[in-house]
């Protein structure tokens, strides 16, 4: 039996990690039972940056790996040798990792090959699509199959790890993206855009970024947009636009001259939190977006052809409508149109969370190096 503060080292490189482990990691901070370690890969940066700032974490290490047009090959090996030195260093008696970002799996593998016990965060979501979302639906499996601590978001995310015949513990904890949401939420932030008067539109919160919507799948969410702005003159659309020139370089095309239409750089997370307490729907492929809006009230259209969160399609906080212009224009417009499904949507009970799951891992953690 060993005595505490025990070792633990988090991981993170992108936005939504750090979004999701910043509750994560302020518990452990805060617990004398654990001497914990945050280290940055740097898969993304700035973006990271903003999140950990307003949630008063800094790195312990940081690998800084981020290189312009970098591909999955150059995250994983930069990511993979980094961390092995560092957890030879640290000695962690437990690695927590989150998602399925290809920073979670190579962290899980640099742990797996030096046989330190692995903590999933958000285990256990599937599409069954092994290339949709891609790399995503591939990482979370791999990451599953080596994990010894898996936490669960919700009941279906249990019944997918069994169904995935892993070892392991799983424990049903909900998700940490909600604790993360209440925390912001609470201080009612800002979200001012040039231009963009809040109270004058009723404004749709539009978030694209995803590989498997690069393209033709693009250009057809675009087209959508452009049909719902010129139908409903009331509306406005506000779209944060990724720094991945793949995806920006088509939506200025296709928008950037639309009078109705405020693209910006990534908003900070508060801000983001901020403009969906005030917009009137979202439509976004983002996964996250999903657990976040129906917290705060706000029906989500999920620009995807799959969702490894049906929860929120079958609690009717979101509505999976692909990337067919006509269907993403037509239940857009049912929602514009009719009050009473908006209502329902709006009103329906979040599958995601309590906002406790981080105390949870946490105890759960602490149970198991004890």
Known sequence: ???????????????????????????????????????????????????????????????????????LTD????????????????????????????????????????????GHVEAGLRTDNIYNPYPEEANRRLISQLTQLHFAPTQLAVENLGRSGVTGEVHLTGNTVIDALLTVAEKRPQCAIKGL?????????????????????????????????DKFPDTALLLPMHRNPTVREPIQAALGNHPRVFLTEPLDYAELVGAIQRCYL?????????????????????????????????????????????????HTSELLSDRLIYEKMANAVNPFGDGKASDRILEIVRRYLH
């Open 75 to 118: 995250i994983t090996y930069r990511s993979l040798q980094g961390l092995e030195g560092i957890f030879q260093k640290i000695k962690p008696q437990c690695v927590i990792v989150q998602g399925d970002t290809t920073t979670a799996f190579a962290a899980t593998l640099a742990a797996f090959y030096q046989q330190i016990p692995i």
């Open 1 to 71: 039996m060993t005595s505490p503060p025990y070792k633990v080292c988090i991981t993170l490189g992108t936005r939504p990690e750090a979004i999701k482990l910043a509750p994560v990691i302020k518990k452990f901070r805060d617990s004398e039972a654990f001497d914990s370690h945050v280290i940055l890969t740097g898969q993304h940066r700035e973006m990271v940056e903003q999140v950990m700032e307003l949630f008063d974490i800094t790195a312990d290490e940081d690998l800084n790996i981020m290189q312009p047009r970098q591909t």
């Open 197 to 229: 008067d809040w109270t004058e539109y009723r404004v749709l919160l539009a978030t694209v970024h995803r590989r498997e919507n690069w393209g033709e799948p693009l250009q057809d969410i675009l087209k959508g947009f452009n049909l719902i702005l």
């Open 282 to 330: 979202l439509l976004t492929d983002s996964g996250g977006l999903q657990e976040e809006a129906p917290s705060l009230g706000k029906p989500v259209l999920v620009l995807r052809e799959t969702t490894e969160r049906p929860e929120a399609v079958d609690a009717g906080t979101a509505k999976l409508v692909g990337t067919d212009y006509q269907n993403i224009v037509t």
